[in-house]
């Protein structure tokens, strides 16, 4: 979901920026919250029954959670600022490449989870 005020760089992944009088107040709203994506959606949602979590790699041991094993552990909540790596981006002297952020791909929240 975007708002009409967000700068929409590219629709197919979507990306987009917060409006910068968004910015201005403590928290940015969800419905404005800068949207930074590599690939498309899934066409169709995963049945969470079905939705496995597996943490394997560098790791002492292999690790497999189900939502429901996820849903039972406690819960945190921080305030924090998110940031795309490419914020400002188009105000280098010398252009980059990528998608070309102004000041908008950056919000903060209070997020809430496991």
Not at 25 to 38: E, H, L, S, Y
Not at 66 to 81: C, F, G, M, Q, W
């Amino acid at each position: 979901m975007t708002n009409d005020k967000m700068k929409i760089m590219t629709a197919k992944p979507l990306n987009a920026e917060t409006p910068i009088e968004r910015l201005r107040i403590w928290t940015t709203d969800n419905a404005v919250f800068f949207k930074r994506n590599q690939g498309q959606f899934a066409e169709s949602p995963v049945a969470v029954s079905d939705w496995k979590l597996t943490i394997d790699g560098l790791v002492h041991e292999r690790l497999s959670v189900s939502y429901a094993d996820i849903r039972h552990l406690p819960k945190v909540e921080v305030a924090n600022t998110l940031e795309c790596s490419g914020n400002s981006r188009s105000l280098l002297r010398e252009k980059a490449s990528g998608n070309p952020w102004t000041i908008g791909g950056v919000g903060n929240a209070v997020w809430g989870g496991v």
